[in-house]
């Protein structure tokens, strides 16, 4: 992916950057309600999430200020071939200088498959980023029922924040609507992490500084999984072609 980017004009235009722009593009899905989320909130964070962030007291956490939101942020992981897909990327900023928050939404949706099965059957890429990734997060066994994308989606948070040289990374989970199983697999992950919990449903990984590393979740509002965006311009006329 390019290092260019462009402002957006309206949520539709968040719609080409999926990974399957007409599957992922459905109303009360996460990808069009994060969209409508973050576009209502402008030029700010959501408020659901500068609120988490200023409850901690953490320096690095308070008071941050967007500078830019970038959906479906690429990180290149060492191993296998494909990127690790951030639903958006935020750039934030305090008096105690930059913060890198890696958000991950959900609606009524898992954290996808077991650390178990990247193990089975793993080509000599997928060990190798496996592992890549238990070196970086620090943590010599992660138990095969963690959920792997907690891992690349963190791992990317923390990548990013040190290309940018920040003073924290951030992976925090925005839930609209998504079930306390959900939940147990997060707090599972972050035990795996021995991330303390610092306020309420936010944590820090005490063994990172330079950047330093939080976990956190936080519960969308719901009144955005009920927002309609339109397509955007090439799959409308797509569709329509289609209908011909």
């Given at each position: 992916m390019k290092r260019i980017f462009v402002p957006t004009s309206t949520g539709a235009d968040w719609q080409p950057l999926l990974a399957k722009p007409v599957t992922h593009w459905k109303p009360g899905a996460s990808a069009m309600t994060a969209a409508?989320?973050?576009?209502?909130?402008?030029?700010?964070?959501?408020?659901?999430?500068?609120?988490?962030?200023?409850s901690s007291r953490e320096p690095f956490l308070v008071g941050q200020k967007l500078l830019l939101a970038i959906p479906e942020w690429q990180v290149a992981l060492r191993g296998g071939t494909?990127?690790?897909?951030?639903?958006?990327?935020?750039?934030c900023r305090?008096?105690?200088?930059?913060?890198?928050?890696g958000v991950e939404a959900k609606v009524l949706e898992d954290?996808?498959?077991l650390v178990s099965s990247k193990r089975t059957d793993a080509s000599a890429g997928q060990s190798e980023r496996l592992a890549y990734l238990h070196s970086l997060l620090r943590v010599e066994r992660f138990d095969d029922a963690i959920r792997y994308q907690l891992l690349h989606r963190t791992a990317s948070a923390l990548l990013t924040a040190r290309e940018f040289h920040a003073g924290a990374a951030v992976m925090l989970v925005q839930a609209f609507d998504t079930p306390d199983a959900q939940r147990a697999d997060f707090e599972a992950?972050?035990?795996?992490?021995?991330?303390r919990e610092i306020a309420p449903l936010t944590y820090k990984v005490d063994s990172f500084s330079g950047p330093c590393l939080y976990l956190?979740?936080?519960?969308?509002?719901?009144?955005f999984r009920e927002v309609v965006l339109p397509s955007a311009p090439q799959f409308t006329s797509e569709k329509s072609s289609s209908m011909l």
């Open positions: 409508a989320a973050w576009e209502a909130a402008g030029d700010a964070l959501p408020p659901e999430i500068a609120r988490i962030l200023d494909t990127n690790s897909s951030t639903d958006v990327l935020a750039i305090n008096d105690f200088g930059l913060c890198i928050l954290f996808g498959p992950f972050r035990v795996a992490l021995r991330a956190a979740w936080c519960d969308g509002n719901v009144d």
